[in-house]
């Protein structure tokens, strides 16, 4: 059976991805920083759970060594512009999104080697496609996640993995509500920079990074797959 781990699976687009993904067949290991979390989720999905700081690479190395699909959706923001922004935020933004990314997908591939291929998905953001305002260190994490996909997806074409990274734009999730309180923005003018009008869904997502995984995507690797209601086209 295809093993699929996902990083940041204990709520939100993480916990959507692993349900999904085990609807689909997989065997499923939930993994996040919140042990509960995880097992939680897993618990649901008949998976395993673990807890997973995926900034620590002895963690990441035990966690990710043995699977077939890769999505990492741990992930943390932040809502200032540079001035604003102190370099404790900056670091920490970064220890996540991108080193975070960096280091699971550096353990994963030597098993997908071994194995003779794999699939790995990266949730980026439409912050690192357009600016938006007060998001400086996370719209630079999320840019780094894109440039990492495209450069791991060419390394590896030729080794039977894929490497592909989804931007959602405004997703209705704990995550996005949490970053609403700290802005002091509201979940309606989110709505409203939606040319669609409305927020995504986890689902909605999830559905896009179980395409990508998946072996429809045979052909598809180092793209980068916009999922945001027309924002970036507006």
């Known amino acids: 059976m295809t093993r699929a781990l996902v990083t940041g699976g204990g709520s939100g687009i993480g916990a959507a991805v692993a349900r999904r993904l085990a609807a689909d067949g997989l065997d499923i290991v939930v993994a996040d920083l919140s042990g ?9 999905l008949g998976g395993t759970g673990v807890q997973l700081d995926v900034r620590d690479e002895d963690q990441v190395h035990a966690a990710v060594t043995d699977v077939d699909v890769l999505v990492n959706s741990a992930g943390i923001g932040s809502t200032t512009d540079a001035p604003s922004t102190s370099l404790e935020v900056w670091e920490d933004v970064f220890a996540v999104n991108a080193r975070g990314t960096f280091l699971c997908c550096k353990h994963a591939i030597p098993g ?26 996370y719209s ?3 840019g780094a996640v894109v440039a990492l996909t495209r450069a791991l997806a060419v390394d590896h074409v030729n080794d039977g993995i894929r490497v592909n990274a989804v931007c959602p734009g405004t997703v209705d999730s704990p995550w996005v509500r949490r970053l609403v309180e700290e802005s002091g923005e509201s979940i309606d003018d989110l709505r409203r920079r939606q040319p669609m009008g409305r927020l995504g869904t986890p689902e909605e997502i999830a559905d896009a990074v179980a395409y990508l995984a998946s072996a429809q995507a045979a052909f598809v690797t180092g793209s980068i797959l916009v999922i945001d209601g027309g924002l970036t086209a507006a």
């Open 36 to 44: 509960s979390s995880a097992m939680s989720v897993a618990g649901e």
């Open 112 to 137: 997908m080697l071994a194995r003779g291929g794999g699939s790995i998905v990266n949730v980026a953001s439409v912050a690192a496609l357009v600016g938006l305002r007060n998001r400086a260190a």
């Open 140 to 142: 630079a994490s999320k």
